[in-house]
Nanobody
Framework: LPQLVESGGGLVQPGGSLRLSCAAS????????ISWVRQAPGKGLEWVST????????LYSDSVKGRFTISRDNVKKTVYLQLNSLQTEDTGMYYC????????RGQGTQVTVSS
């Protein structure tokens, strides 16, 4: 069965950085587009970013464009999300997913931005 395991979250001050990782198993990773979605406390899932199967194409939501960077390593079967210039509004649970809607997602990693 497809499995996605996120890690790298934590508590960071505004303006800080984090690097999230998503380790995949149970499917042909290099053939799949991967997305990151997030869920702020009390809100629904929000699409954040998507990367093509070969890593050559990336998309970002307007709210994170210029601050976050998605990448992948198909040998390690891992997708990364570099979070820079973090803001309090970036607080939430971050999930990697096989779809932009986040239906097929991992268990998530918590990111808290607070002073």
């Amino acid at each position: 069965l497809p499995q996605l395991v996120e890690s790298g979250g934590g508590l960071v001050q505004p303006g800080g950085s984090l690097r999230l990782s998503c380790a995949a198993s149970g499917f042909t990773f290099s053939a799949f587009v991967i997305s990151w979605v997030r869920q702020a406390p009390g809100k629904g899932l929000e699409w954040v970013s998507t990367i093509s199967s070969d890593g050559l194409a990336t998309l970002y939501s307007d709210s994170v464009k210029g601050r976050f960077t998605i990448s992948r390593d198909n040998v390690k079967k891992t997708v990364y999300l570099q979070l820079n210039s973090l803001q309090t509004e970036d607080t939430g649970m971050y999930y990697c997913a096989l779809d932009r809607g986040g239906v097929s997602r991992g268990q998530g990693t918590q990111v808290t931005v607070s002073s």
